[in-house]
């Protein structure tokens, strides 16, 4: 009867459960894009680990990935001091400068970056023995990055840093070789100059994939900069050791801003709690005007059936049967309304959490599933009155005119 | 048997009490073929509603054999009805949304009847009644004849013993009047007890008793009172 009730209304089904539906599709999309956007912003901070910016004074902070794209500029000649200075916890500092460039017919970011072997030399002649016995802090206990494979370009993405990079060779983006359609080994033109392609990265869905990596001082040389760089990447051994650094950093460069990767993931944080907090005033709103909607229809339904709940009674159906037609309609509802909600969530979530979060979303199976339990059991709740309102009826209403 | 002891039906309007069905003594045997009319608003509905045992009275008893039906509890009420009982109403009250075949399984899937029983015993009975290529139509597809064809075969597919029927011609045409009226006669002749609250004089005089309502009390209908009343069956 039920089945039979509902398929012979189905707009009137669909205006029951509307609120429902759109509770339930908003909820699962947020939750889905904040879940995998904390994921990111964990994983971020567990790739990048200690890392710490130099940057431009005035330079302002986004994105940790765009923190060198900020426009300002501070003088090489930084890097040598850090290393000079002997700071205790530093394992790897890495310069960067970008350009705008065309490769192929297509606008790229064209970044300098100083290869680790490089900087080796250059500290090594001015006496340090930085690279060759790192200072720890005290209590360290994080494995050490000089140690890592630095040789691949793929390290680019993994540690930030390259071990060899000559004056003519390029790493290309992910996006960058897709669409120029580049591989390793090609020879290309960028700013008049000829390059032979080292390697491409894989994508990594941050602003990396749109960048080409060239040698810094190639990148100087062919910009016009001169010997200057729009930030400094130190790489600490650990959390500690990064949180000690700020200070002495800002002490010895103190024409710089000096922050913390935490710092600069701070605004991803927050608009994740936005989020979240967002998600929470959804399910309110959900169980507010989705609970009230839906109970106000069904006390509705009961009131135009009541001749038909009459007749169901004189025909020997009792108030619990009564009852359980109309919980039962509201089970159908808010696992319905619930089911395709939660659909629609998911694939709002997947299409834009590329775009309005930079994040890839795959299905979280226990969200989805509780999204569509708490939407069935509102729904029941929310019918529970009217249909106990309906089993209460006077079955004499069987005998009302129409 | 059908009885009713003191039975008195009030209800209160606006702070007044109001009548609406009052009966000392009245026996209807197992098999009778009663009439009940009288004007609107005499109380014939309350009556109904009373045997029916959807309608507690203020004061009073009913009863259906050994049973005062009043002191069951509802569902117990409801499963006599269920498996005793067959209602008729004046139009037809059948469930919009359903086929005439389902509007007749109701009261057997109320029973319990497994699905296929329901359909083949709905089935048969829509087949007598002259409806077996209109089994999946639904009633706003019928005729107001054919509804009420629909609406008999429910009242009888779980075969009651007793049927309280409501002005079952009062929105009919002759030939459906005639249907109806012969079906009760069929009922009756199976032994059934028929108790219908009518207008319609024709109606009222193929029942084998006629008792009149005026203002809530009971009497034997004009005209009738020797063949019909009996001080042990009527004392209103």
Redesign the interface.
């Known amino acids: 009867?039920i089945w039979?009730?509902l398929?012979?209304?189905p707009w009137a089904v669909l205006s029951n459960s509307l609120a429902i539906l759109l509770g339930v599709a908003a909820l699962v999309a947020i939750r889905h894009i904040t879940v995998h956007s904390e994921q990111e912003v964990s994983q971020q901070l567990a790739q990048l680990g200690a890392n710490i910016l130099v940057l431009p004074q005035e330079a302002t902070l986004q994105d940790y990935y765009a923190a060198d794209q900020n426009g300002g500029t501070i003088p090489e000649e930084h890097v040598s001091e850090i290393y000079l200075a002997g700071l205790t916890g530093v394992e790897q500092v890495s310069a960067r400068l970008n350009v705008p460039a065309n490769l192929g017919g297509h606008d790229v970011t064209f970044t300098g970056i100083l290869p680790q072997s490089e900087l080796e030399a250059q500290t090594s002649w001015q006496t340090t023995t930085l690279f060759t016995a790192p200072k720890d802090h005290e209590g360290c206990t994080k494995a050490k990055l000089s140690t890592a494979n630095l040789e691949s370009p793929e390290s680019l993405v993994t540690h930030r840093a390259i071990q060899n990079l000559k004056a003519n060779e390029l790493v290309l983006g992910a996006d960058v070789a897709e669409r120029a359609a580049f591989s390793a080994g090609d020879t290309v033109e960028l700013l008049g100059r000829s390059f032979t392609i080292l390697g491409v990265l894989p994508a990594t869905g941050t602003v990396d994939d749109s960048r080409v990596f060239a040698h810094l001082h190639t990148v100087q040389d062919a910009s016009g900069s001169g010997p200057v760089c729009n930030a400094i990447e130190v790489i600490g051994c650990c959390e500690d050791a990064a949180g000690d650094l700020v200070p002495k950093l800002r002490k010895l460069l103190p024409s710089t801003k000096v922050v913390t990767i935490s710092q600069v993931v701070q605004t991803q944080v927050g608009v994740n709690r936005l989020m979240a907090n967002t998600s929470w005033f959804v399910l309110v709103v959900l169980v507010v005007v989705g609970g009230v909607s839906l109970a106000g229809a069904i006390a509705a339904n009961v009131r135009e059936r009541r001749?038909?709940i009459g007749?169901?009674?004189?025909?020997?159906?009792?108030?619990?049967?009564v009852q359980r037609l109309f919980l039962g309609k509201a089970l159908i509802l808010g696992l319905t309304a619930g089911t395709l909600g939660c659909v629609i969530g998911l694939v709002t979530a997947i299409l834009a959490g590329p775009s309005w979060a930079g994040v890839t979303v795959f299905v979280l199976p226990a969200t989805s599933f509780i999204a569509v339990l708490m939407a069935t059991a509102l729904a029941i709740v929310s019918a529970w009155w009217p249909a106990r309102h309906a089993a209460a009826l006077?079955?004499?209403l069987?005998?009302q005119?129409? | 048997m059908i009885r009713l002891e003191n039975v008195v039906k009030y209800y209160s309007r606006r702070g007044e009490t109001v009548t609406a069905f009052k009966c000392e003594q009245l026996r209807i045997e197992p098999g009778e073929y009663v009439a009940i009319v009288g004007p609107s608003g005499s109380g014939k509905t309350t009556m109904l509603s009373l045997l029916g045992g959807m309608l507690s009275p203020s004061a009073g008893k009913v009863w259906l054999d050994d049973t005062s039906i009043y002191d069951l509890p509802a569902a117990d009420r409801s499963a006599l009805r269920s498996q005793r009982m067959g209602f008729v109403f004046q139009t037809f009250n059948l469930v919009p949304y359903l086929t005439a075949l389902q509007n007749v399984q109701i009261p057997l899937c109320l029973l319990g009847q497994s699905a296929a029983d329901q359909e083949r015993r709905a089935a048969e009975l829509l087949g007598r009644f002259g409806l077996g290529d209109r089994l999946h139509h639904r009633p706003s597809e019928l005729s107001v004849g054919q509804q009420q064809r629909v609406a008999l075969a429910r009242t009888l597919v779980n075969d009651p013993r007793i049927i309280l029927a409501d002005e079952p011609t009062g929105n009919l045409d002759p030939a459906s009047r005639e249907v109806v009226l012969d079906a009760f006669d069929a009922a009756h002749r199976e032994g059934r007890t028929i108790v219908m609250v009518t207008h319609d004089p024709v109606a009222a005089s193929r029942a084998s008793r006629s008792l009149t309502l005026r203002e809530g009390e009971l009497s034997a209908a004009d005209g009738e009172q020797e063949a019909n009343e009996s001080p042990q069956r009527l004392s209103a």
Do not use: I, K, N
């Not at chain 1, 169901?312 to 049967?321: E, K």
């Open positions: 009867m039979q009730e398929r012979s209304r001749r038909e007749t169901l009674m004189a025909l020997g159906a009792t108030p619990r049967f006077d079955p004499c069987c005998f005119e129409v």
